[in-house]
């Protein structure tokens, strides 16, 4: 199975929050060959966890061990690049869906989404809207969003083997 996570799914195998287990059942109940992230999610991931730490969900050094992980793990992603191409289709769906919400930073996770669309089985994200709007734009094969709970933090760190 080829997944694509966004960043709020993606956050959920490092750090136990709801929705963690949904993601876990995933990765248990199917055999993951590939998963594709953004490569916004680099920065997306970064910005979430000093986020946390702002907001004391986290402190400092828990932050920097999940990053630490995250960047650790690169190499067993599939990072799809956000080149003019995906900018472009991005805008467009800024153009289209802009007036229901869609931001830019979910424009380009949808743009690269329809960019692997062919490859896809499964596309996992935490946002109603965004999975809404990848049903729309048939961004993988029939039936393939998952959305997994809402955000709601904990402090515990997780290990993961990707």
């Known amino acids: 199975m080829k997944i694509?996570?966004?960043t709020s799914s993606l956050i959920k195998l490092y750090h136990t929050e709801s929705g963690t287990e949904d993601l876990d059942a995933i990765f248990e109940k199917n055999s993951v060959k590939e998963v594709?992230?953004?490569s916004?999610?680099?920065v997306e991931f970064s910005s979430a966890l000093w986020k946390k730490v702002r907001t004391k969900d986290l402190t400092k050094e828990e932050a920097v061990a999940i990053i630490n992980s995250f960047e650790t793990d690169y190499p067993n992603y599939t990072f799809i690049e956000v080149t003019n191409e995906v900018i472009t289709v991005a805008l467009e769906l800024v153009s289209k869906y802009g007036l229901k919400g869609l931001r830019a930073l979910d424009s380009i996770q949808l743009a690269s989404i329809k960019k692997t669309e062919a490859s896809l089985d499964l596309a996992i994200?935490?946002?109603a809207l965004?999975?809404?709007l990848i049903e729309i734009e048939g961004g993988c094969k029939m039936n393939?969003?998952?959305v997994v709970q809402s955000l709601t933090l904990t402090h515990?760190?997780?290990?993961?083997t990707i």
Not at 156 to 160: D, G, I
């Open 130 to 132: 965004l999975r809404s």
């Open 40 to 42: 916004l999610a680099k």
């Open 4 to 6: 694509y996570l966004d």
């Open 125 to 127: 994200t935490a946002d």
């Open 156 to 160: 515990n760190e997780r290990e993961r």
């Open 36 to 38: 594709f992230l953004s």
């Open 144 to 146: 393939c969003v998952k």
